[in-house]
């Protein structure tokens, strides 16, 4: 059972207002086929806001709104019955840097029912070789997103969640937790996109560099991940906010 379809078993539709609080094409797409009142998405992004606009299945209760959670007049006076939360705060660092705690709150205070956030917990130290070639992936990922001058994902344990989700009165119902497992084929994707990226790179040697680090992360994959390696964990946490 994926995370979304444990939200349908334990809170099946029709439901109100639903906001989806970082709209990305999954989530989005996912609540237009649910029966709502209606639907709001936020995203930072004007070009992603519109291609979720386009989305099939759209109506005119539903809008997407361009803007940060750091603007306190983003959705002044509203509330929401169900509002999800997918990925948002690992997002968070790539454009409100260390906001994470503040956004909790803003979230919590706009819900007037439950609140659905889904995280991946961090990534703990690597106790066998194939974790060990996940973790170093992982960490190559952020560094040449930073060496571009972006901000990588940075996500929270769900312990700490759970903290800052009680300290401003709500109540966590229920909570799941799904291991995640990885193969070779995670590592050929993320590498690949690991190249393009070091085509934005001005320095061409330090890109020639990390190309060779691909290159052997590529084979150390093949060598470790012949099968899938559990690594890490998705959480979802079902939030009564009323």
Not at 9 to 14: A, E, K
Not at 44 to 59: I, K, N, T, Y
Not at 95 to 102: L, T, V
Request: charged residues 25%; contains cysteine.
């Amino acid at each position: 059972m994926d995370l979304f379809e444990q939200i349908l078993r334990r809170h099946p539709p029709p439901w109100g207002d639903v906001l989806d609080a970082g709209t990305g094409a999954s989530s989005w797409d996912w609540l237009l086929k649910q029966t709502c009142r209606s639907r709001t998405g936020v995203t930072a992004e004007e070009p992603r806001a519109q291609a979720l606009r386009a989305r099939p299945g759209v109506g005119p209760q539903d809008q997407v709104l361009v803007g940060l959670w750091q603007d306190p007049t983003l959705l002044e006076n509203r509330r929401f019955e169900v509002v999800l939360g997918d990925y948002l705060l690992g997002a968070c660092d790539r454009y409100a840097p260390h906001f994470q705690e503040e956004m909790i709150e803003r979230v919590v205070s706009k819900c007037s029912g439950w609140l659905f956030l889904i995280g991946l917990e961090p990534l703990p130290f690597p106790t066998n070789p194939g974790q060990t070639c996940l973790f170093e992936v992982a960490q190559m990922r952020d560094a040449v997103q930073l060496l571009l001058g972006n901000r990588p994902h940075r996500e929270l344990p769900q312990a700490w969640v759970e903290r800052h989700l009680v300290a401003r009165g709500a109540r966590i119902a229920w909570k799941e937790r799904y291991h995640n497992l990885y193969d070779a084929g995670w590592v050929a994707r993320e590498v690949a996109s690991l190249e393009q990226n070091l085509q934005l790179l001005e320095d061409r040697g330090l890109a020639q560099v990390l190309r060779r680090r691909c290159h052997g992360l590529r084979q150390t994959a093949a060598e470790t991940l012949s099968k899938p390696v559990s690594y890490s964990y998705d959480y979802l946490l079902g939030v009564d906010c009323r």
